[in-house]
T-cell receptor
Framework: DGGITQSPKYLFRKEGQNVTLSCEQNLNHDAMYWYRQDPGQGLRLIYYSQIVNDFQKGDIAEGYSVSREKKESFPLTVTSAQKNPTAFYLC??????????????FGPGTRLTVL | AQSVTQLGSHVSVSEGALVLLRCNYSSSVPPYLFWYVQYPNQGLQLLLKYTSAATLVKGINGFEAEFKKSETSFHLTKPSAHMSDAAEYFCAVSDLTGGGNKLTFGTGTQLKVEL
């Protein structure tokens, strides 16, 4: 089955620690995205990547970092510089080839809690 | 920059009643518009999308939405609500202007279905 997987589903972290969230897709999509979701605020874009070895900051990139070494993988690191990291994190991917319809497909999410 | 406004953060309907979730957008160019549904602690699932073809778009689970350029609206409707429709619904607009093909989301509407 093609799709997007995120792991772990639940993650607990102590203040001051970095943590990495995994996102893998086997849809052969070029573009991948990371969003943060907080109650009542919708989804806010953290980082996105349209091609391997390239990525751009979204609206709330401070305190986060990403890498895109492989087409199918786009891990997100939440650093200790992120002042309020407790949130639900969603990864998405999209086909950017000819005939694209701009549809983003989402993974199941990771809920990060800072203790 | 594009934006999306969803009127009503919480909507409550009786089972069998009409569902109407409102979405207004701002865009300087013809947009692509999307409705997604999210069940608790899950990712987003695409309900339907408008990509400049027919203005009345039919989606999954009996939902449909009508693109009205004059009103800059893309309201989501379903003739008869079912208990399984209880979820959070997000409207999104695709930003084709700045590169990156980003989605801008509304803040979401929580739909409650009562017996």
């Amino acid at each position: 089955d093609g799709g997007i997987t995120q792991s772990p589903k639940y993650l607990f972290r102590k203040e001051g620690q970095n943590v990495t969230l995994s996102c893998e897709q086997n849809l052969n999509h070029d573009a991948m995205y990371w969003y943060r979701q907080d109650p009542g605020q919708g989804l806010r874009l953290i980082y996105y990547s349209q091609i391997v070895n390239d990525f751009q900051k979204g609206d709330i990139a401070e305190g986060y970092s990403v890498s895109r070494e492989k087409k199918e993988s786009f891990p997100l690191t939440v650093t200790s510089a992120q002042k309020n990291p407790t949130a639900f994190y969603l990864c998405a991917s999209k086909d950017v080839g000819a005939g694209r319809t701009d549809t983003q497909y989402f993974g199941p999410g990771t809920r990060l809690t800072v203790l | 920059a594009q934006s999306v406004t969803q009127l009503g953060s919480h909507v409550s309907v009786s089972e069998g009643a009409l569902v109407l979730l409102r979405c207004n957008y701002s865009s300087s160019v013809p947009p692509y518009l999307f409705w997604y549904v999210q069940y608790p602690n899950q990712g987003l699932q695409l309900l339907l999308k408008y990509t400049s073809a027919a203005t009345l778009v039919k989606g999954i689970n009996g939902f449909e939405a009508e693109f009205k350029k004059s009103e800059t609206s893309f309201h989501l409707t379903k003739p008869s609500a079912h208990m399984s429709d209880a979820a959070e619904y997000f409207c999104a607009v695709s930003d084709l202007t700045g590169g990156g093909n980003k989605l801008t989301f509304g803040t979401g509407t929580q739909l409650k279905v009562e017996l």
